[in-house]
Structures are given as structure tokens and as C-alpha cells.
């Protein structure tokens, strides 16, 4: 008797209309949970839709730039400093030797070739200080051969090969050449020769390919990149050889080009538009999905 009946909210509860609330003093152990709890509420604020996009953006970016995983310089051209060259005004044929340990092997041969001139036109190539280049003029049809390896003729005695390169290539999965300038369709061909066949008792000495390209606009640049076919039956475990052929394409006469550079590369492929699409519903739903779990001002949580 006399005695108040016990509250369901005392005892350290707190009435609030019909929902109890725990009051917890700051002094008590459960505090350092409590910041806890507020520190984990700040880093989800942090980490807002707006952040998480920019970084799938980000992602998607740098996967879509065409990343190079590893990249081996067969020949820059630097060598010689003064550019050697070479002029036809009819139909001829020449090789030409550069030593340099700038480039693969130590050993640059080129042979250019003029095998149509009709009009007694200027057949032109010029190579050192950064680039190999060609100028033709009307009616002038040549190819361009750059060798590396045992390709080479170091003495300019037919009979006589190169040094054998020894080159692992199997890091690699494409050539690269970058040109500054060309001025139409050209046909590129890259013949690999290994001397250790895989099969001795069917030796295949020989693994190659080609493409047609050509440039958005005349004399514009252009990067090719030309993925080479990793045959079982060719050894890449030890490419001795490399020759770059670049020709003329589909007839033309007159044609011009200047090559940077000239690089094997580990080509990482491109995601797909698929890919990009998927990855950008991702984030919508994603920020779709915060948006409705994000209680409105005012918003009583009920126990």
C-alpha cells in the first residue's frame, strides 16, 4: 500500500508517448560503443553514391585506355644521331647497315627497294634521330625492310646472318608501331624466325602476320597494334629474327610514312560496351538502393 506502481519506463528508461528510449549515461562502459557507433555512421556518409560512382568511374576509365602490361623497344630510331639516307630515281635496290645497342640485337638492316618508277621520280628513306621515314614521288611504288637479328647482315655478305636475338617473347602478345605521319593505306607484314623449332622432326622456322591500315586523314598519325598468333608449333620461347615490312597498299604509288618507334607489348584487351554498361547499371542501383535505405528528417525508429 502507498507504494507507486513500477513505470515500464523506469530504471533508467525514459518514457516517450508510446516507445521507450534506453538513456545511457557517457560514463558508463557501454560508451566507447556509442562512439563507436557515431564513427561508423561518419565513415557511411563518407563513402556517399556520389563517391562510390567516381570510383567505379575511375575504373572503368583506366581499364578502357588501353594499358600496356610490359612493353619491349625493338628500335626507336635514335641511332644514328645524323639520319643515314638513301635516294632512287629508278627502278634499284639497296642495304643498308646500322650498329647501335639502341636497338634489339645491336644491329639495324635495312634494305629499301623501288620496283616500280615509270617517270624517273624521287624514292627517298632516311633513318636516325628518332625516326624511319620514306617520301615517294608520282608513280613510285617501293617497300621498306627493317631487320633485326638473325635477319641482319652485319658484313653485307648474303651468306652471313646476324646475331641470333635468344628473345623470350611469350611476355608478349602484339607488335606496336607508332607513326607520326602517313599518307595512305600502307600493308604491314612482321615475319618472326626462331633456329630451336619446337618439333626438330617438323621443324617451323617461321611465324608471321600481317594487316592493311591506314590513317583517318592524309598524313595524319596512327598507332598500329598487331596481335601475333601464338602458334604451339612456333617457338616464342626463343625468337632469333624480327622483320618489319612496310608496303605500299591496294596500288597506290607516291606514298609517304614516318615511324617513331617500333615495340613489342603485353596488349591488356579493352572491356567490352556490355562490360561498361553493366558496370554503370551497377552504380545506379547501387545509389538507387541508398537512397530508400536513408530514413527522411524526422524519422522515428521504432525498437
Known amino acids: 500500500m502507498g507504494r507507486a506502481l513500477s513505470s515500464p519506463c523506469n530504471a533508467g528508461l525514459r518514457a516517450t508517448g508510446r516507445t521507450c528510449l534506453l538513456e545511457m549515461p557517457m560514463n558508463t562502459p557501454s560508451a566507447p560503443h556509442h562512439r563507436q557507433g557515431r564513427r561508423l555512421r561518419a565513415w557511411r556518409e563518407l563513402i556517399s553514391p556520389a563517391t562510390f560512382a567516381l570510383a567505379v568511374l575511375a575504373f572503368t576509365l583506366l581499364a578502357s585506355s588501353g594499358v600496356r602490361a610490359s612493353t619491349l623497344l625493338v628500335d626507336g630510331f635514335e641511332a644514328p644521331s645524323t639520319p643515314v639516307s638513301n635516294v632512287f630515281t ?31 621520280s624521287v624514292a627517298a628513306l632516311a633513318a636516325g634521330n ?4 620514306t617520301s615517294n614521288g608520282v608513280g613510285v611504288q617501293t617497300e621498306v625492310l627493317a631487320m633485326y637479328g638473325a635477319f ?4 653485307l655478305d648474303p651468306q652471313v646472318g646476324g646475331p641470333l636475338l635468344r628473345l623470350n617473347a611469350t611476355p608478349y602478345n602484339a607488335f606496336q608501331l607508332d607513326f607520326t605521319g602517313m599518307s595512305s593505306a600502307m600493308n604491314i607484314n612482321i615475319v ?25 586523314a592524309s598524313g595524319a598519325p596512327l598507332q598500329v597494334v598487331m596481335p601475333f598468333r601464338n602458334d604451339p608449333n ?14 605500299r597498299a591496294n596500288g597506290a604509288t607516291g606514298v609517304a610514312w614516318t615511324l617513331d618507334s617500333f615495340s613489342l607489348v603485353s596488349a591488356v ?5 556490355a562490360a561498361l554498361w553493366l558496370a554503370g547499371g551497377a552504380v545506379l542501383a547501387w545509389m538507387g538502393r541508398r537512397q530508400r535505405a536513408r530514413p ?3 524519422t522515428a525508429v521504432q525498437p
Request: aromatic residues 10%; negative net charge; glycine residues 12%.
Open 90 to 120: 629508278s627502278v634499284n635496290e639497296t642495304t643498308l647497315n646500322q650498329f647501335s645497342p639502341s636497338v634489339l640485337g645491336g644491329v639495324r638492316g635495312l634494305y629499301h627497294h623501288t620496283y616500280t618508277n615509270p617517270l624517273g
Open 296 to 298: 527522411g528528417p524526422g
Open 152 to 155: 641482319t647482315r652485319p658484313t
Open 192 to 216: 618472326l624466325y626462331t633456329s630451336a623449332p619446337v618439333d626438330p622432326a617438323a621443324p617451323l622456322y617461321y611465324s608471321s602476320v600481317g594487316v592493311n591500315v591506314a590513317p583517318p
Open 234 to 247: 612456333f617457338n616464342f620461347g626463343q625468337v632469333d629474327g624480327i622483320a618489319l615490312v612496310i608496303d
Open 269 to 273: 584487351p579493352e572491356p567490352s560496351p
Open 130 to 133: 628518332g625516326v624511319l621515314s
